[in-house]
């Protein structure tokens, strides 16, 4: 799907209702060669302010999964620490031969359900304000700089424990390719997992 037809996609009436599409997956992929990364950042702000014009009023939220991690991060305390975030850049950076322990801890609060709230909670706050605005869309990025603490099919699945698939869709933009039910990160890590994610296709 080029940048055209994404932009009609996300233009269109039918595709702005939460509703209609899938009961159960409100997740849809949009695949982009690794090395259009900033491009495609530049083009998602783009995409934003475009779909906030009289013709569609729309608020999208625009989610940075590595940015909400940072975030994440500084604001959870950790012993007599008020910033986790901090924690651990002192340690790795005192204790270089301890930073396996460090990727391990990263590793899993990236996979902690309290990660996955603060993700939802973000959502529901954005979804919740009054005014005449619509907020059909949320639009995820930050995949690469995730890895390897947590791929996106990880995250998808852990999700939807919070997941309201008749209230907003999730647009994933993804740097890879997908192969069948799996797909590579810049092309070259493959995952074996099976995304839980509609892939935005030429139709």
Avoid: W
């Avoid at 997740?27 to 302010?49: C, G, L, M, N, S």
């Avoid at 924690?87 to 990660?115: G, I, M, W």
């Amino acid at each position: 799907m080029t940048i055209k037809e994404l932009d009609e996609k996300l233009n269109s009436p039918g595709f702005q209702d939460p509703e209609n599409g899938d009961l159960f997956y409100n997740y849809f992929t949009y695949q982009y060669p690794a090395d259009k990364e900033y491009d495609i950042r530049k083009q998602i702000h783009d995409f934003k302010v475009d779909l906030s014009r009289p013709m569609n009023y729309l608020d999208v939220l625009v989610i940075d999964l590595f940015k909400e991690f940072c975030d994440f991060l500084d604001k959870t305390p950790f012993l007599k620490n008020p910033s986790l975030l901090q924690y651990l850049l002192k340690k790795e950076k005192d204790k270089p031969e301890k930073s396996d322990n460090v990727q391990s801890t990263l590793s899993r609060y990236a996979h902690s359900k309290d990660f996955l709230a603060f993700i939802h909670n973000r959502i529901m706050e954005h979804k919740a304000k009054k005014d005449e605005m619509r907020r059909p869309y949320v639009f995820l990025h930050g995949i690469g700089s995730m890895h390897p603490y947590l791929r996106v099919n990880e995250f998808l699945a852990l999700y939807e424990d919070f997941n309201r698939t008749n209230e907003y869709k999730i647009i994933v933009f993804y740097p890879g390719n997908r192969e069948e039910n799996s797909y590579k990160l810049f092309h070259v890590l493959h995952d074996s997992n099976t995304y839980r994610a509609t892939l935005l296709i030429n139709e």
